[in-house]
């Protein structure tokens, strides 16, 4: 699983990089999804046993050797080796390929193989009855198989139902993706975008990606704003004193100015008034 395992397409992770943030911010493995799988170990790890006690150690048709320790532990983990190899290879891998299926084999395979071998060459003792137990004895017993064969169902009923619920109620950006992938429309779409994003990133000593276009846009932009601010300056005074000197002076001259005129015109009336008496 840790090596063969891929949750979404490469052309969608390329599409949508955004996606990546997932491991930046340790949303794949935190206290939370710890926690979750150890939930579900241990209710799984209970429904596998007391469906085991239920089914089969405490039945009163199952008698002998048939149902003895050693035929229910059997039974225990050889459901327990099962539900593992199923879910680690199968329900919890996105990416099926025929190396999960072969590994899922061997590794079911291989348990069964090993008992055979020990209910071969194992040597009886006063607790476990091992040897021909598997080929002979609760091994050819259809309620053995039929019991084994209940308790699968329930624990992988039980994993679907959760992880149903799960996507349905929490679903996260993954699932979301997992979904549009299934739309070929949107799955081309994201081919076609992560394609041309590799042939940007091929021919970028020829050719300028659409980032590098929007960057010297607004670098451009910068430059044409802070001309415009200069030359706006370049019409005003150097500095703040020499404005308000300039607009002093100007004051100051139409204060004279209007005072110059008050003076002739008083001058003139005034003027006139002698001239009339001297007359």
């Known amino acids: 699983m840790g090596i063969f395992e891929k949750d979404l397409a490469a052309s969608t992770l390329l599409a949508v990089p955004e996606l990546y943030t997932k491991g930046q911010r340790n949303r794949g493995f935190n206290f939370k999804v710890y926690f979750g799988w150890m939930f579900m ?86 607790i476990y009855h091992v040897r021909d137990a598997f080929l002979h004895g609760f091994g050819s017993s259809i309620l053995w198989w039929l019991c ?34 299934r739309d070929l429309p949107i799955r081309r779409r994201f081919e076609e975008a992560s394609a041309m994003y590799l042939q940007q990133g091929w021919d970028r000593g ?41 607009a002093a002076r100007k004051s100051l001259n139409e204060e004279r100015g209007r005072r110059s005129l008050e003076m002739q015109e008083m001058l003139s009336k005034r003027f006139g008034s002698v001239r009339r008496e001297r007359q």
């Open 206 to 246: 020829e050719r300028k990606s659409s980032l590098e276009v929007e960057r010297e846009r607004l670098e451009q932009e910068q430059a044409d704003r802070e001309g415009h601010v200069q030359e706006l300056l370049k019409n005003r005074p150097e500095t703040m004193e020499e404005a308000n000197a300039a």
């Open 148 to 181: 084994l064969i209940l308790i699968l169902i329930s624990v992988v009923a039980f994993e679907l139902s959760v992880a149903s619920v799960r996507r349905y109620l929490f679903p996260q950006e993954e699932d979301t993706f997992e979904e549009l992938e």
């Open 41 to 126: 170990a241990a209710s799984e790890a209970m429904i596998l046993y007391f469906c085991m006690l239920g089914l089969y150690g405490q039945v009163s048709f199952t008698h002998g050797n048939d149902n003895d320790l050693f035929a229910m532990g059997d039974m225990t983990f050889t459901a327990a080796v099962i539900v593992i190899s199923l879910k680690m290879q199968i329900i919890e891998m996105h990416n099926k390929s025929i190396t999960a299926g072969i590994s899922c084999f061997c590794s079911i395979g291989g348990w069964f193989l090993w008992n055979m071998i020990l209910a071969a060459t194992y040597s009886n003792n006063v």
